[in-house]
């Protein structure tokens, strides 16, 4: 791409599908409420350097907020910023400068490394620009694309499918969640605008390359705390299915070992101690349980429940194989049932059945669909 100042909206798929970096100079609070791949936060005024600056606007002007900002980010402050930003575009010379909405924090930036004998462009209406192109192309998307959706069973290893297939989108890997009660990260989900971003920039790249199908797990609207975007939601509706079929044993080894053997793993390594790790455990899977109460009952969460405590108590013994009985019950009295329920009002979408090879085999020679 040849060098230029200023970046116009119809330029940014290019920049996205070939993964330029971009500076985001905002502040950091309005970095956490969205952002995206590929962009690093530095800054030109702090939180509070942001607030104090807009209430000067706000009282005196433009001039007076400008003068304001120029006296907070001076001498060695500044030094120290212009170096901060000269390093990372040094580092990634195809860097693009974004602030809010394209105005003086992203032209200040801008004019401060060309001072510097360092050209960087930056985009025309900034963040809100690249956030509409995202909305705007994920329409699109959705509204040209196929999708089929991989749909099973709880513990059927529909995500681990999902990863043998070179055109798919892990929505619940974005979302950094595996979807059902039990599968809320140790760690925060992204910011909802993050998802929605990072899910069109997959699309983006993948619709680049070809037409065909694109593989998406059967997914609710909601994941975790999150939601996936409406278009893309409304897509997957009226999308055809491939089920997964596997077993009842080999599912509960599945979710045994997802739900309670690496669970506990990822809390022994991301807690200081054992019995904080221990702690943080068995109130994780103690009130996952509990969220579900509404819909299993009084009788059957607390018959689950005595099952958990029993198997809390002695996972150490017998290497958390205690944990099958209550995972067997809560599969085969509510998770299955209301699967199944569901499964019923859109079976007329099935396009395919099959255990892991045949769902794979069937993918690649039928539909085209490109397998890791």
């Not at 962009?39 to 005196?60: M, T």
């Not at 199908?213 to 897509?235: C, F, K, T, V, Y």
Request: glycine share 6%; hydrophobic share 35%; net charge positive.
């Amino acid at each position: 791409m040849t060098r230029k100042q200023l970046i116009q909206e119809n330029e940014l798929k290019k920049l996205i599908i070939n993964q330029y970096s971009f500076i985001d100079v905002r502040s950091p609070n309005e970095f956490l409420k969205g952002s995206i791949r590929n962009a690093v936060n530095i800054p030109i005024l702090s939180n509070d350097e942001r607030h104090k600056v807009g209430v000067c606007f706000q009282r005196h002007g433009q001039d007076a907020a400008i003068e304001l900002g120029n006296k907070i980010v001076s001498g060695t402050k500044k030094d120290k910023l212009v170096e901060k930003w000269s390093r990372f575009v040094r580092q990634k010379p195809n860097s693009i400068i974004y602030c809010a909405r394209g105005g003086l924090r992203s032209e200040i930036c801008q004019t401060w490394l060309n001072q510097n004998n360092i050209e960087c462009s930056r985009v025309i209406g900034g963040y809100k620009t690249i956030r509409n192109f995202f909305l705007s192309e994920l329409k699109k998307i959705c509204m040209s694309q196929k999708f089929f959706l991989l749909s099973g069973t709880t513990g059927s290893g529909k995500t681990e499918l999902l990863k043998n297939i070179y055109r798919s989108v892990d929505l619940e890997g974005i979302a950094n969640h595996k979807g059902s009660s039990f599968g809320k990260p140790l760690n925060d989900q992204p910011a909802q605008i993050d998802i929605e971003n990072e899910i069109c920039i997959n699309l983006i790249k993948l619709t680049n390359e070809n037409s065909r199908p694109i593989l998406l797990e059967d997914e609710s609207r909601n994941i975790g705390a999150r939601h996936l975007p409406l278009d893309l939601s409304q897509a997957m509706e009226e999308s055809p299915m491939v089920l997964v079929e596997v077993s009842f044993e080999e599912r509960i080894d599945l979710l045994l070992h997802e739900y309670v053997v690496e669970r506990y793993k990822d809390s022994l390594e991301f807690y200081t101690n054992i019995s904080q790790a221990d702690l943080e455990f068995s109130n994780h899977l103690i009130s996952s349980l509990k969220r579900l109460e509404k819909r299993l009952g009084g009788e059957r969460t607390q018959k689950i429940l005595k099952l958990l405590e029993i198997a809390l108590k002695v996972q150490k013994k017998d290497n958390f194989q205690s944990h099958r009985k209550w995972l067997e019950e809560i599969t085969t009295s509510y998770y299955d049932p209301l699967y199944e329920f569901k499964l019923e009002k859109r079976k007329d979408r099935i396009c395919f059945r099959g255990n892991h090879k045949e769902v794979l085999d069937w993918l690649k020679d039928k539909q085209k669909i490109q397998v890791n």
